[in-house]
């Protein structure tokens, strides 16, 4: 199990960037064997913009969204590796 976190939402990188690396992973190495990949952000807004940005990369359903506080998330489930991004 794998997860993505996204702790900063900066307005000059125009949306670009939400989701990306979670999506690189369920691009890249969900071809060769499957993994579950969860990408969180406190931000209910990017949740909203990884969810286009999945369509519109034709990844839909490869990614576990989750809206939640980290520390919450991370009491609930359990991770093989964790992922902190500041974009």
């Known amino acids: 199990f794998f997860l993505f976190f996204s702790f900063f939402n900066f307005n000059f990188f125009k949306n670009s ?10 691009s ?11 990408v ?3 931000e209910p807004k990017c ?8 369509v ?4 839909e359903g490869q990614m576990i969204l989750q ?7 991370l009491h609930q489930q359990s991770f ?6 500041f974009f």
């Open 47 to 54: 949740i909203e913009l990884i969810q286009e940005n999945l």
């Open 56 to 59: 519109l990369n034709g990844l």
């Open 40 to 42: 969180n952000d406190l």
């Open 80 to 85: 093989d590796y964790v992922s902190i991004s």
């Open 67 to 73: 809206n939640q506080d980290a520390s919450v998330l």
């Open 28 to 38: 890249e190495i969900n071809e060769k064997e499957r993994i579950e990949i969860t």
């Open 17 to 26: 960037l939400k989701g990306i690396l979670g999506m690189r992973w369920a």
